[in-house]
C-alpha cells in the first residue's frame, strides 16, 4: 500500500492513515499548507468559484482591465444618471420605455438609443436634429446658421409610406467647372423661367416672351408646330405714310383731285423689310369721294412705272382715246397693282416712287382723283 495518494485539483499530498511514516507525514503536512496558502482557484490551483459562491456587495474594481468575453450587460433600472463616463439605462423625458445613455467626462447626457432605433439624428453629426419628419443641419452644435452638403446625386421621394419611386437630381456627367445655380423667386402667376450665363434662373413678365428670355435667331421654323399661328400672335401693323420699319405698312397721302401733264413722280415711300416681296398698290383714300384715273392722250396710251431707287420694277401702258375726243378715258384705282419679287430674301431699307410716264410727243394729261398708295411686306 502507497504511503499517500496526490488530490488532482490542488496536488495536495493526502497521507494514508498508519502507512505514512511520522516524519514523512509530518512533512507532506507542512507542504500542503503551503499549497493551500497560496491557492487562486485558477484552474489546477483550487475548484473555480462559481457565481453562487460570490457576494458582490459594492463596486467591482476592475484595475483597468477589460471584461472580455462577456455575454451581454443586464443594467438595473432606475441606474444612477449624475455619474462621469457612465453608461445606464433610463426613461426618456416624458416616461416611456428606457433607454441606453452615456453621461461623458464634462456631465453631458447621451441618448445612444430613442424610440425602439439608434438614436442616429443626435449622434451622427454635429448639428444635426430631428422633429416633426424633418431633419435639420445646422454649422455644428448650437449653432443657428443652415449648414451647407457637398455630397453626389440626391434623391427626392413623396412623403408617402413604402414609396418606390423617386426624383434623381445629378449634375452633367462632363462638368468641367464649379459653377452655382440660384433659384428664382415665385412669379404672381405662371411665368417662363430662364436661365442666365451666370446660373441666374428668372421668370418674366407672365404669358410673354421677349428678347430677354431668347436669344436673337435661336426660333426657327422647326421649333413651332406647322400651321399653328393666327392671326391674334402677328403685331399690329402700323400705318406710315411715308417711311415705314419692317412690318409697316405705306398708306401715302390722298393724291386728291389733281391733273398731270407729262412725266410727274405721283408718290414716293421708303421701307425696310425682312427679306419677303413687297405689294404695292393704288386705292381710293376712303374719303367718300369718287376716284379714279382719268387719261387724254394724243399717243393713244399713259404709261405709269414703280422705281426702287434706280432701278425700274414695274411698267405698264393704260389706252386711252384720242385727244379730239370731249371725254377722256376713266379707269379705276384698282387697275395698277404688283408685287416687287426682286427684293425677296435681301432684307434692308428701300426707296420707291410711281410715276406717270407720258409718250415723247403729243398731248397727254392723267387726272388724279382722291387716291392713295399702299405698300407692305407680304
Sequence with gaps: MSNFIVEPVMNLIVPTPG?????????????????IASHTHAPGSGVQVTPAGLNINTNLNFQGNNASNVYGVAFLNPAPSGLLNFLYTAPQTGGGINDLFFNDGAGNVIAITKAGEVNATIASLPGESYSGGTFTWKQG???????????????????????????????????????????????????????????????????????????????????????????????????????????????????????????????????????????????PDGSGNVSFISIVSSENSMGFSIINGSTTVYQTDIQTINASLSEPVVYPPGIINFIDTSIAGVPGTYSYTFNAVAPTTGYDVVGFDYIKLYAYEI
Excluded at 502507512?19 to 503551503?34: K, M, R, W
Excluded at 400651321?227 to 411715308?242: K, S, V
Design 19 to 35: 502507512v505514512d511514516p511520522g516524519p514523512d507525514y509530518a512533512n507532506n503536512q507542512n507542504q500542503d499548507l503551503y499549497i
Design 141 to 283: 452644435s448650437g449653432s443657428t446658421t443652415p449648414a451647407n452638403f457637398d455630397i453626389g446625386s440626391i434623391t427626392i421621394r413623396p412623403n408617402v409610406a413604402s414609396t418606390v419611386f423617386g426624383v434623381v437630381l445629378n449634375p452633367p456627367a462632363s462638368i468641367s467647372s464649379q459653377y452655382d445655380l440660384q433659384l428664382p423667386t415665385i412669379p404672381v402667376s405662371t411665368s417662363i423661367m430662364t436661365l442666365d450665363p451666370s446660373g441666374n434662373m428668372s421668370t418674366g413678365t407672365a404669358g410673354i416672351i421677349t428678347g430677354t428670355e431668347i436669344a436673337s435667331g435661336t426660333i426657327t421654323g422647326s421649333n413651332i408646330a406647322s400651321q399653328t399661328l393666327t392671326q391674334g400672335l402677328r403685331a399690329p401693323m402700323t400705318i406710315q405714310t411715308a417711311t415705314a420699319g419692317a412690318g409697316d405698312f405705306i398708306l401715302t397721302p390722298s393724291s386728291g383731285s389733281i391733273f398731270l401733264n407729262g412725266n410727274q413722280v405721283l408718290f414716293s415711300f421708303t421701307i425696310t423689310t425682312t427679306g419677303r416681296p413687297l405689294s404695292i398698290g393704288l386705292v
